[in-house]
Structures are given as structure tokens and as C-alpha cells.
């Protein structure tokens, strides 16, 4: 086993650990309450790990694999890339109609209805037969009412789950796909620091769906980088460089959408924090951006 392979073994490893107990987190403790302040700086690090990672390494990689397939110098690494940008744009925005906060206005309407059914049995205590027909009434809603609050509630995580496995596995790709150990050791660093916060904010929203379906989604996720990794390496194995140039190119695409689209622009839209925000997605991508203009890769 070489010593590539090896890092990206580990790398399956330490994220399906560091996932699954990140989103475990929001799922069995009661007690659990986020740290708004320190999830947002973290996401917005992040940020700055997957740009610079997407725009030079990624990308790099894809124009380059582009060129020895084709033999031609053309820019069709970028436009693969912003192929891959559209195609999770479409996924998550279109597909899956983004991160909404449709349970809400649905809790609200219920509590409406709710306050209703008892201002109905509060005008009708003086007759009897009236009470009867409105409790056995408020019965029937009741058991209605809960299998719809189940089936509600298991929806935006169904939603979200879906969404981030189908990034996962494009960033997990990108990680199996890479043959140099620097590339290797970014992208697993950058997937790692996004995959927890993202863990913990699945798990939260979760929250109110059923047990046995929140497990089950997380389990979904927390496979969802390393399977895209194993892709990855099946890939990597083949000898034809315009699949992996392909599949470089969307992840490239992925990477950028992630940092600046689903991240930055959420992250900055709220307005407590931003100095903080800006100081950690300063952080997240200097230093890397500083290593790969200055220390020169020996490759064999």
C-alpha cells in the first residue's frame, strides 16, 4: 500500500468517526444547546479551506488533466467546473427547493388550529351533547394531527440529508481522486472542517423528526465522504484521464459553491458577528493560499 492510499484510508476513517459523533451530539442529549458565534466562525474557515482548495488545487488539477487527455491547451476544466457550480445549484436550490423553514409556518397554522378547537369546547360547556361531538371531534384531529406532525417533521430533514449527500460524495471524489499527498491533505482537511459543523446542524434539525429516521439520515450523511472517496479511488485506478479530469472539474464546481454560495452568502447574511466571520474565513484560506505560492511540491 503506498503512502497516498494510505492518507486517504485514514482520511475515510477519521471522517465517518468525527461525523457521526458530531451529529450524534444534537440527537440523544436533551441538553444540547449550539454555539451560534463559534459554528458561524467555523463555517465562514470553512469557507476560505474550500475556495482556496476548489480554485488551486481543484481546479488546477481538472485544466491539467484536461490538457494531457486532449492534447489541446483549452479551457475546458473551467467550463466543467462551472458546470459542477450549476448542476449543485440546481440540485439543492431547485431540486430540493433549499434549506427552507417550512415547519414552522406549519407549527404555527397547527397552533392556530389547536386555540380554535378549544375556544369551540369553551362555548359549547352548556349542552352536552355538544361537548361530546366536539371532544370526540377533537379526538379524531388529535390522531390525525400527530401522523401529520410525523410525516412534517421528517420532511426538511429528509430535504437537507439529501442535499448534503450529494455534495459529500462530489467532495469525497475529489479527495480519492488526487495522487499528490499535499492535495490529498487539503481537500481531507477542508471536507473534515466542513463535515462537522454540517453534522451538528443536521442533527439539530433533526431534532424533531422521528428517532429511527434521524439515525438513519445521519448514517446517511456521516457514509456520504468516505463512499465518495472509495468512488474516488475506483476512479483513480482507471487509466483514463478525462473521467478524472470530469470529475475534478464538478468537484472544483462543488467546492466553489459550498465556500462562497452556500456558505459565505448565508454566514454573511445574518449581520451579529461579521468582523468574526471575515477573521475566520481570513484565516481559512491564507495560510493555504501562502503554501501553494511558496513551498514548491516534490513529486515523484
Same mark, same amino acid.
Given at each position: 500500500?503506498?503512502?497516498?492510499?494510505?492518507?486517504?484510508?485514514?482520511?475515510?476513517?477519521?471522517?465517518?468517526?468525527?461525523?457521526?459523533?458530531?451529529?450524534?451530539?444534537?440527537?440523544?442529549?436533551?441538553?444540547?444547546?449550539?454555539?451560534?458565534?463559534?459554528?458561524? =466562525?467555523?463555517?465562514?474557515?470553512?469557507?476560505?479551506?474550500?475556495?482556496?482548495?476548489?480554485?488551486?488545487?481543484?481546479?488546477?488539477?481538472?485544466?491539467?488533466?484536461?490538457?494531457?487527455?486532449?492534447?489541446?491547451?483549452?479551457?475546458?476544466?473551467?467550463?466543467?467546473?462551472?458546470?459542477?457550480?450549476?448542476?449543485?445549484?440546481?440540485?439543492?436550490?431547485?431540486?430540493?427547493?433549499?434549506? /427552507?423553514?417550512?415547519?414552522?409556518?406549519?407549527?404555527?397554522?397547527?397552533?392556530? /388550529?389547536?386555540?380554535?378547537?378549544?375556544?369551540? =369546547?369553551?362555548?359549547?360547556?352548556?349542552?352536552?351533547?355538544?361537548?361530546?361531538?366536539?371532544?370526540?371531534?377533537?379526538?379524531?384531529?388529535?390522531?390525525?394531527?400527530?401522523?401529520? /406532525?410525523?410525516?412534517?417533521?421528517?420532511?426538511?430533514?429528509?430535504?437537507?440529508?439529501?442535499?448534503?449527500?450529494?455534495?459529500?460524495?462530489?467532495?469525497?471524489?475529489?479527495?480519492?481522486?488526487?495522487? =499528490?499527498?499535499?492535495?490529498?491533505?487539503?481537500?481531507?482537511?477542508?471536507?473534515?472542517?466542513?463535515?462537522?459543523?454540517?453534522?451538528?446542524?443536521?442533527?439539530?434539525?433533526?431534532?424533531?423528526?422521528?428517532?429511527?429516521?434521524?439515525?438513519?439520515?445521519?448514517?446517511?450523511?456521516?457514509?456520504?465522504?468516505?463512499?465518495?472517496?472509495?468512488?474516488?479511488?475506483?476512479?483513480? /485506478?482507471?487509466?483514463?484521464?478525462?473521467?478524472?479530469?470530469?470529475?475534478?472539474?464538478?468537484?472544483?464546481? =462543488?467546492?466553489?459553491?459550498?465556500?462562497?454560495?452556500?456558505?459565505?452568502?448565508?454566514?454573511?447574511?445574518?449581520?451579529?458577528?461579521?468582523?468574526?466571520?471575515?477573521?475566520?474565513?481570513?484565516?481559512?484560506?491564507?495560510?493555504?493560499?501562502?503554501?501553494?505560492?511558496?513551498?514548491?511540491?516534490?513529486?515523484?
Amino acid at each position: 500500500m503506498n503512502e497516498i492510499l494510505a492518507i486517504k484510508i485514514i482520511f475515510i476513517f477519521v471522517m465517518f468517526v468525527s461525523a457521526g459523533i458530531a451529529g450524534s451530539i444534537p440527537i440523544f442529549s436533551k441538553t444540547f444547546h449550539k454555539n451560534k458565534k463559534l459554528i458561524s =466562525t467555523g463555517n465562514c474557515f470553512a469557507a476560505g479551506i474550500f475556495l482556496i482548495v476548489g480554485i488551486v488545487h481543484l481546479l488546477r488539477e481538472s485544466q491539467e488533466s484536461f490538457e494531457e487527455a486532449l492534447k489541446e491547451e483549452m479551457p475546458v476544466g473551467f467550463v466543467v467546473a462551472l458546470g459542477g457550480y450549476t448542476l449543485i445549484l440546481f440540485i439543492e436550490n431547485i431540486l430540493f427547493g433549499g434549506h /427552507d423553514h417550512k415547519i414552522s409556518q406549519e407549527e404555527k397554522e397547527m397552533k392556530k /388550529d389547536e386555540s380554535g378547537q378549544k375556544i369551540v =369546547t369553551e362555548r359549547n360547556t352548556g349542552e352536552n351533547e355538544n361537548i361530546v361531538s366536539v371532544e370526540r371531534g377533537n379526538e379524531n384531529l388529535e390522531c390525525s394531527k400527530k401522523e401529520l /406532525d410525523d410525516q412534517c417533521n421528517n420532511i426538511p430533514g429528509i430535504i437537507l440529508t439529501a442535499a448534503l449527500v450529494v455534495h459529500s460524495i462530489f467532495e469525497g471524489i475529489a479527495g480519492g481522486l488526487l495522487d =499528490t499527498k499535499s492535495n490529498v491533505i487539503s481537500v481531507g482537511i477542508a471536507i473534515l472542517i466542513h463535515n462537522i459543523p454540517a453534522a451538528i446542524a443536521l442533527g439539530v434539525k433533526l431534532d424533531k423528526a422521528s428517532k429511527k429516521v434521524s439515525i438513519l439520515l445521519m448514517f446517511l450523511f456521516v457514509l456520504s465522504s468516505p463512499l465518495g472517496i472509495a468512488i474516488g479511488i475506483s476512479l483513480s /485506478d482507471l487509466a483514463f484521464p478525462i473521467i478524472k479530469a470530469i470529475f475534478l472539474g464538478i468537484s472544483a464546481g =462543488t467546492f466553489i459553491y459550498i465556500g462562497c454560495t452556500e456558505i459565505l452568502a448565508e454566514e454573511m447574511h445574518d449581520k451579529s458577528n461579521k468582523l468574526l466571520k471575515f477573521s475566520g474565513f481570513i484565516v481559512g484560506f491564507v495560510p493555504l493560499a501562502m503554501a501553494a505560492i511558496f513551498i514548491k511540491e516534490h513529486e515523484e
